[in-house]
T-cell receptor
Framework: KAGVTQTPRYLIKTRGQQVTLSCSPI?????VSWYQQTPGQGLQFLFE???????NKGNFPGRFSGRQFSNSRSEMNVSTLELGDSALYLC???????????????FGQGTRLTVV | GQQVMQIPQYQHVQEGEDFTTYCNSS?????IQWYKQRPGGHPVFLIQ?????EVKKQKRLTFQFGEAKKNSSLHITATQTTDVGTYFC???????????FGTGTRLLVSP
């Protein structure tokens, strides 16, 4: 099986711009989670989608949003970029079923976003 | 909210020395998972523990889940340079809909 694929791998944006990141989960996985990783804050949960529905959201401002498509692919969007949004954005898929997340997570290689 | 702390934050050892990282949750966990992230890489799932007091081994790595299911440890015997990376523990939140990751322990191994 192919692993979790994230595109693009690297991105440089200017403050005030918006960005869209993409994630293709492992085939058959319906749960996709997004994390922000920074040296100072570690792995911070952004949101989780299951069957096109956002089930849980972390403590991030409304500038961070996401969606999931019927094929389980997911995108996250950050609007009005700030310098502090520079981070590694990781997507993880999981063979979750029903209401509960089956917690083993398979991560993509991430998108390194730099805001200048 | 639920917090998962790990100690130490960083450890530098000589190759061949042992290493242990400890993970403590503010709430009882239904299970605990461990991940390894190599420098420049992404977290990779290592193992999941479910039962109170459970101990699992993977070659030189020994994982333990505490009796109260609020703490866990990862012990590496005779470290090698390939063990370099950051080790994260993680557990599901109360609603089982997200993983809460620990703060991580960064391991550096000198040859």
């Amino acid at each position: 099986k192919a692993g979790v694929t994230q595109t693009p791998r690297y991105l440089i944006k200017t403050r005030g711009q918006q960005v869209t990141l993409s994630c293709s989960p492992i085939s058959g996985h319906r749960s996709v989670s997004w994390y922000q990783q920074t040296p100072g804050q570690g792995l911070q949960f952004l949101f989780e989608y299951f069957s096109e529905t956002q089930r849980n959201k972390g403590n991030f401002p409304g500038r961070f949003s996401g969606r999931q498509f019927s094929n389980s692919r997911s995108e996250m969007n950050v609007s009005t970029l700030e310098l502090g949004d520079s981070a590694l954005y990781l997507c993880a898929s999981s063979p979750s079923t029903g209401l509960k997340l089956v917690t083993e997570a398979f991560f993509g290689q991430g998108t390194r976003l730099t805001v200048v | 909210g639920q917090q998962v702390m790990q100690i130490p934050q960083y450890q530098h050892v000589q190759e061949g020395e042992d290493f242990t990282t400890y993970c403590n949750s503010s709430t009882t966990l239904s299970n605990i998972q461990w991940y390894k992230q190599r420098p420049g890489g992404h977290p990779v799932f290592l193992i999941q523990l479910v039962k109170s007091g459970e101990v699992k081994k993977q070659k030189r790595l020994t994982f333990q889940f505490g009796e109260a299911k609020k703490n866990s440890s990862l012990h590496i015997t005779a470290t090698q340079t390939t063990d370099v990376g950051t080790y994260f523990c993680a557990g599901p939140n109360t609603g089982f809909q997200k993983l809460v990751f620990g703060t991580g322990t960064r391991l550096l191994v000198s040859p």
